[in-house]
């Protein structure tokens, strides 16, 4: 019972590494609780710039064992202010996991307790923000050699939404096809999902045939 | 030798799913491995934007049809994040056993598909027959087979039916007796240990790097959990401690992802027993589906500028909503919606394992990180 990690040593984790991230230049950190259903959680919020990510994400890893990416996003926003037309939002996580001591030649499960995780072990979660101005080319520092686990994250954000990663290593279409046309990236908001008339589903089932201007069927 | 690239997929026996696997090989030996995932992108995220919050959990329930409960679950606590929903503490129980159910549901489904990856046919019968308990339970509480379409925002569709929790417990009793018997099909076999055993070995520190969470890293001698870190639902109400295989010192092998499963729907079972016990308003009791203590009001329009995320543990790992909400004139609507699928991540690690091994432990070693390519793809 109670065998779960408690919020307030959860804030108080999260709320060091907001402070320590604050201090960087060019990065605003703030410490949000959020709810799930009944439970309250403290989440790191930064917001920072393009220019400072790559920074911030060599001292969380290095400084703060922050050392999960879950998930990076890209998003669109055409009819935002033209410093922020483009963002990409990066979920990461303080696993704290460690390779199992070996003893006599034996593997011992490392089994943390939850209740008991104090200071820099305590498992924190943090939602990263990068705002880019204007540009038909977005892109930000690639963090594919800090965090492997970015590597197909970053690969799916510029096949989706058309951001690329300064430096990430063997770039290529992983959801759509490989002879998608350059620069079709379907989540950029211009792309507007369309219905299918009853008969285009048998007769142009990938679309090509598609007529410019589908007056009445975009929703 | 001469190196040689073949292609394994995307109609091949060990993907489970649609996707290819390139391998590059030296006689048997793997020596490179490539995966190019994508065929059944359905594009759920960009159809998520044109559709109200409340319609988008049945999307996310064609996810995964091995664990469609799960994917539900995950979106709506990052739209109840989102629209600031407090939940109900009935509803969060119901939640939870709806859950941890589809967890074992999937775990069978995996362990049945695993047997004839590796040469043990028969398993896969026993297996689906378990499983089938386990789908006649979600079907009471959804009303379909696979895709149940169950939680709502700020709630549950309806109460557990009456009389649930008395056959949930008469199956789960029956069901934890008959793990053993997969255990023994499978321990005693001298074909699958020789397979599964010494093959695709990953260590805790580089699968956590590689995005690689669950079962998968609990295999390797750790006991990480969302569940417990990350706590979300009534799980902290629960006696319960994710399972850890003692693993080998060069790490985690394909019968340890095994073990972790097995032991696994052990503790779901247990997850579900307890909550079926300490259910507020008892487990007996049917309560009307307009009852605030199954579904508490939840509006439906986001504030602009609000987002919502979840992480959530998956039957596969850590699975993950980020939801951009509102923006002008769209408040019913997510302006973004981005999904974490565990298998996105898991596979391409999956397929580094292999380097070294031979041709015919791919299918051993894919099959026991568990792929569901629905997901994969989205």
């Known amino acids: 019972m109670g065998n779960t990690v408690s919020p307030d040593s959860q804030k108080s984790a999260a709320q060091a590494v907001a402070d320590a991230a604050s201090?960087?230049?060019?990065?605003?950190?703030?410490?949000?609780?959020?709810?799930?259903g009944t439970n309250p959680r403290n989440v790191v919020v930064v917001s920072a710039s393009p220019e400072s990510w790559r920074f911030l994400a060599e001292n969380l890893y290095s400084e703060h064992a922050v050392d999960h990416c879950s998930m990076v996003t890209g998003i669109h926003w055409p009819d935002a202010e033209a410093e922020r037309r483009w963002e990409v939002v990066y979920h990461l996580l303080r696993t704290g996991v460690r390779d199992p001591p070996i003893e006599n030649g034996l593997v011992r499960p490392m089994m943390a307790n939850p209740t008991k995780l104090r200071g820099a072990s305590v498992p924190i979660e943090l939602e990263i923000h990068v705002h880019i101005p204007d540009t038909t080319t977005p892109s930000v520092d690639s963090v594919q050699d800090i965090w492997v686990?970015?590597?197909?994250?970053?690969?799916?954000?510029?096949?989706?939404?058309?951001?690329?990663?300064?430096?990430?290593?063997?770039?290529?279409?992983?959801?759509?096809?490989?002879?998608?046309?350059?620069?079709?990236?379907?989540?950029q908001k211009q792309h507007h999902l369309r219905y299918h008339g009853f008969e285009e589903m048998y007769d142009d089932a990938q679309g090509f045939m598609r007529k410019p201007a589908d007056v009445g069927k975009i929703k | 030798?001469?190196?040689?690239?073949?292609?394994?997929?995307?109609?091949?026996?060990?993907?489970?799913?649609?996707?290819?696997?390139?391998?590059?090989?030296?006689?048997?030996?793997?020596?490179?491995?490539?995966?190019?995932?994508?065929?059944?992108?359905?594009?759920?995220?960009?159809?998520?934007?044109?559709?109200?919050?409340?319609?988008?959990?049945?999307?996310?329930?064609?996810?995964?049809?091995?664990?469609?409960?799960?994917?539900?679950?995950?979106?709506?606590?990052?739209?109840?994040?989102?629209?600031?929903?407090?939940?109900?503490?009935?509803?969060?129980?119901?939640?939870?056993?709806?859950?941890?159910?589809?967890?074992?549901?999937?775990?069978?489904m995996w362990l049945g598909a695993y047997g004839p990856d590796i040469g043990n046919l028969s398993v896969m019968v026993w297996c689906?027959?378990?499983?089938?308990?386990?789908?006649?339970?979600?079907?009471?509480?959804?009303?379909?087979?696979?895709?149940?379409?169950?939680?709502?925002?700020?709630?549950?569709?309806?109460?557990?039916?009456?009389?649930?929790?008395?056959?949930?417990?008469?199956?789960?009793?029956?069901?934890?007796?008959?793990?053993?018997?997969?255990?023994?099909?499978?321990?005693?076999?001298t074909v699958f240990l020789v397979r599964s055993q010494g093959v695709g070995y990953a260590k805790p520190e580089e699968m956590v790097n590689h995005g690689v969470t669950g079962p998968n890293l609990r295999a390797?001698?750790?006991?990480?959990?969302?569940?417990?870190?990350h706590p979300y639902s009534v799980y902290s109400e629960l006696d319960w401690a994710p399972p850890v295989e003692r693993s080998s010192i060069k790490g985690a092998d394909c019968y340890d992802r095994y073990r972790v499963r097995v032991e696994e729907m052990r503790v779901s079972a247990s997850l579900v027993l307890q909550a079926l016990d300490k259910m507020p308003g008892g487990a007996d009791t049917y309560h009307e589906p307009e009852d605030p203590m199954i579904l508490a009001k939840a509006p439906t329009r986001a504030p602009e500028g609000t987002t919502g995320a979840h992480h959530f543990e998956d039957s596969r790992g850590e699975s993950m909503f980020y939801i951009a909400?509102?923006?002008?004139?769209?408040?019913?609507?997510?302006?973004?919606?981005?999904?974490?699928?565990?298998m996105f991540i898991t596979i391409p690690y999956a397929a580094k394992c292999m380097i070294g091994y031979k041709v015919a432990d791919i299918p051993a070693i894919m099959g026991s990180f568990d792929p569901c390519i629905g997901e994969t793809d989205r």
């Open chain 1, 23 to 36: 201090a960087i230049e060019g990065v605003e950190a703030e410490v949000v609780e959020r709810s799930s």
């Open chain 2, 220 to 229: 390797g001698g750790v006991n990480y959990d969302i569940r417990w870190a």
């Open chain 1, 149 to 187: 686990g970015a590597d197909w994250n970053e690969k799916e954000t510029w096949d989706l939404v058309g951001i690329d990663f300064d430096g990430h290593q063997g770039m290529r279409r992983v959801l759509q096809p490989h002879e998608t046309p350059q620069g079709f990236h379907p989540l």
């Open chain 2, 1 to 108: 030798m001469a190196e040689m690239w073949i292609s394994m997929g995307p109609q091949h026996p060990m993907t489970h799913g649609l996707w290819t696997l390139k391998v590059k090989v030296d006689g048997e030996t793997v020596v490179d491995t490539e995966p190019d995932l994508g065929y059944i992108h359905r594009g759920v995220e960009k159809i998520c934007e044109s559709r109200d919050f409340t319609q988008i959990t049945t999307y996310c329930d064609r996810l995964c049809y091995a664990s469609a409960n799960t994917w539900s679950h995950a979106y709506i606590y990052a739209a109840e994040d989102l629209l600031e929903v407090e939940v109900p503490e009935r509803a969060e129980y119901i939640r939870l056993v709806a859950v941890e159910l589809q967890r074992i549901a999937s775990h069978l």
């Open chain 2, 325 to 342: 909400g509102g923006g002008e004139g769209r408040g019913k609507q997510p302006y973004r919606v981005s999904i974490r699928s565990p």
């Open chain 2, 128 to 189: 689906l027959r378990e499983r089938e308990m386990m789908m006649d339970l979600l079907q009471e509480l959804g009303g379909s087979r696979m895709h149940y379409n169950f939680p709502r925002v700020g709630g549950v569709k309806r109460d557990l039916p009456h009389g649930f929790a008395q056959r949930a417990r008469a199956k789960l009793k029956l069901f934890l007796n008959r793990i053993q018997e997969y255990e023994a099909l499978f321990d005693e076999s």
